[in-house]
């Protein structure tokens, strides 16, 4: 199976742990994924903050690259597939001139509901061999996969559920729990780091009290916030992984500690003591 | 309607009054007269205590044509576009949209932003994005600090150097690139800068 990948900026600087996850899993689920081969910046939040037809425009480049090539774009990153599929959205309804020769009709997929498709499911419980029994963990999505759902098609946008299930495949004790997408804050935090703050910390104890040790998130940003509000964090810390890393941890267990060393909070000491490394 | 505005009427004349209102509703497309004030935009909103002008009141403030006050406002740099308030309405009023669009209104005004480090950091952004197609933290970080007057207030507030030193943990993990990578489709972006944005950001 072949699909299209566009991995986002931060897959190459801040999140390339989660690349390499990626790459990863992708080999051993039999996928191959096709990068992009010139994709650009989908413009992120600068672009539609400042400039509503640059935000349209820049996604709608990789778009036309996309289609180019003919297969299903996928890309991990919640914010690109926010912007990409706005951008889709607004070819499809004929809102702007395209510089490019978009139809827009090809698929976007954010990468959690791509692998949360039943058939993809089966493929990765039967590639199960060491399961993270024991490994208790809350979801979190953030906000950009899920919402608004006119723009990402989610419509359980309240308690959303794939992460959930891709957890749950790879063996890990899923816990309910209230804030799987309430915002983290994500770039504010540049300018005011207090707002951010407030808003990490917020998400971060909540996991606690729901009696997580582990968060698993999708989102690039969301991990560096969550990662980094538990620094100076005293007491009990909750390791944020990306839930590629637990997959491909499930797939095959140990040899990944490489990935780990990227991580603020290192997750080691509580997969040693689960004996799942 | 509480606070300052209590005995300030609706403006009736030029880009004021329903002129403003139409010219928001037909840039946006979105339906702001269907607003009621129900308060569950702002009930919703997780930095709506940051706020000066609260969403549900950013879309009665456009009804009664207080431009300046919105462009103004901490509101429209503030507001983290989690969307939040366009998902919970029950009138399906893009809050989250048309308080982008007042942002930016703003941006292509002559007006100060209130919150100015975040204003200048998304024209940083842009322009990086212009540079190489792409958009490295650690450029674009740099190319924020040595933006006019931020390095000087991050000093002052001793924010320069917890930032140094967590830019540093985040380089010993592995996690910064000091090198930008370049998209292959450059040109192609230059061009579309240049016809948009006239070539500047």
Redesign the interface.
């Known amino acids: 199976m072949q699909i299209s990948f566009y991995p986002g900026c931060s897959l190459e600087g801040m999140a390339n742990d989660y690349g390499h996850s990626i790459t990863a899993v992708f080999d051993r689920l039999g996928i191959e994924a096709v990068e992009l081969e010139d994709w650009s910046c989908c413009g992120s939040t600068a672009a539609h903050s400042l400039s509503e037809m640059m935000a349209l425009i820049l996604p709608a480049r990789n778009l036309a690259a996309a289609e180019k090539v003919g297969l299903d774009l996928v890309t991990p990153c919640a914010n690109c597939f926010n912007r990409l599929s706005y951008s889709q959205k607004m070819i499809q309804k004929r809102l702007f001139d395209v510089p490019w020769e978009v139809k827009g009709d090809g698929k976007v997929h954010d990468m959690t509901r791509f692998l949360a498709q039943p058939e993809m499911i089966a493929r990765i419980g039967q590639k199960v061999a060491r399961p993270l029994k024991g490994l208790k963990v809350v979801c979190y999505y953030g906000c950009q996969t899920v919402r608004s759902p006119r723009i990402t098609g989610y419509s359980d946008f309240e308690n959303p559920q794939t992460l959930d299930m891709l957890a749950a495949a790879a063996g890990a004790e899923v816990i309910d729990w209230s804030f799987k997408s309430t915002c983290c804050g994500a770039s504010i935090g540049i300018a005011r780091k207090d707002i951010q703050e407030s808003l990490t910390r917020r998400i971060y104890q909540k996991a606690l009290q729901a009696g997580a040790e582990a968060i698993v998130v999708s989102c690039p940003l969301c991990q560096v916030n969550l990662d980094v509000i538990q620094k100076d964090a005293t007491g009990q810390r909750a390791p944020v992984f990306y839930f590629t890393e637990l997959l491909r941890l499930a797939f095959e267990g140990g040899g990944v500690r490489k990935w780990f060393r990227a991580h603020l909070t290192d997750p080691v000491p509580l997969l040693t003591e689960k004996g799942l490394l | 309607m509480s606070g300052t505005h209590c005995k300030k009427e609706r403006k009736l004349i030029g880009d004021r009054g329903d002129y403003f209102l139409n010219r928001i509703q037909g840039e946006t497309g979105e339906n702001i007269s269907a607003c009621y004030q129900c308060e569950r935009c702002t009930n919703a909103c ?2 709506a205590h ?1 706020m000066d002008i609260k969403p549900h009141q950013v879309i009665r403030h456009i009804q009664m044509g207080w431009r300046e006050d919105l462009m103004a406002s901490s509101t429209i740099w ?1 507001c ?5 308030c ?2 919970y309405c029950p009138n399906e009023v ?1 809050v ?1 949209e048309t308080i ?2 007042l ?2 209104m703003a ?1 292509h005004s002559s007006i100060t932003p209130k ?1 100015k ?2 204003a ?4 940083t ?2 322009k990086e ?1 212009q540079r190489f ?6 450029w674009l ?1 740099n190319a ?1 600090n040595l933006k006019p007057g931020i390095l000087k207030e991050k000093i002052a507030s001793g ?1 320069l150097t917890e930032e140094i030193l ?1 830019g540093l ?2 380089w010993k ?5 000091l090198l930008p ?1 370049r ?4 040109r ?2 230059k ?3 240049r ?3 006239g070539g500047i950001v």
């Open positions: 997780p930095v940051y503030i983290l576009s989690c969307e939040m366009t998902t893009g989250a982008n669009h942002r930016n941006a919150e480090h975040l200048v950091f998304h024209e952004f842009l994005l197609g792409r958009v490295n933290e650690f970080m924020f924010l967590l943990t985040l993990k592995g996690r910064l690139h990578r998209s292959k489709a450059i192609e972006i061009e579309v800068y016809r948009q944005r």
